[in-house]
């Protein structure tokens, strides 16, 4: 043989072993073409499923019995905040206001003659608590 017969047959081989790779790589990529279509399908099989079942559940009276449930707990909560609040805050009010004109002023008899004028609101401190009779 000559030196061009080697060439052309190692070209030959060179070739079949490309194109058996090719062959592969192609047969490899169909098989995952076909699982990733397949986990696509089933993917959205379960999507399509899951969708209904919710469509039915929120359009159902259970649901909707709940939502009512809750807007009228929300409701009578809030109402209750609100009315709580409305009427405590005049109280409070001046409460904390009597509280800051004395602290302010040093004036313990004002302090007296307002905390009876208004409805008395009990803070807790930790604060140790004296007397006049102490602090002299």
């Given at each position: 043989?000559?030196?061009?017969?080697?060439?052309n047959n190692?070209?030959?081989?060179?070739?079949?072993?490309?194109?058996?790779?090719?062959?592969?790589?192609?047969?490899?990529?169909?098989?995952?073409?076909?699982?990733?279509?397949?986990?696509?399908?089933?993917?959205?099989?379960v999507a399509?499923?899951?969708?209904?079942?919710?469509?039915?559940?929120?359009?159902?009276?259970?649901?909707?019995?709940?939502?009512?449930?809750?807007?009228?707990?929300?409701?009578?909560?809030?109402?209750?905040?609100?009315?709580?609040?409305?009427?405590?805050?005049?109280?409070?009010?001046?409460?904390?206001?009597?509280?800051?004109?004395?602290?302010?002023?040093?004036?313990?008899?004002?302090?007296?003659?307002n905390a009876?004028?208004?409805?008395?609101?009990?803070?807790?401190?930790?604060?140790?608590?004296?007397?006049?009779?102490?602090?002299?």
């Open positions: 043989m000559s030196n061009n017969d080697d060439k190692n070209q030959d081989l060179n070739l079949e072993k490309v194109e058996e790779i090719v062959n592969i790589v192609k047969n490899k990529t169909i098989e995952g073409s076909t699982v990733v279509l397949t986990g696509v399908k089933d993917a959205y099989s399509a499923e899951k969708t209904e079942e919710v469509y039915h559940y929120i359009t159902s009276e259970e649901a909707k019995q709940k939502l009512q449930e809750t807007a009228q707990t929300t409701a009578t909560t809030l109402t209750s905040a609100y009315s709580w609040f409305s009427s405590n805050v005049t109280s409070l009010v001046g409460d904390t206001y009597n509280q800051v004109s004395s602290a302010l002023t040093g004036n313990q008899e004002n302090d007296q003659n009876s004028s208004t409805s008395t609101t009990t803070t807790t401190t930790n604060e140790p608590t004296t007397t006049n009779e102490e602090k002299k």
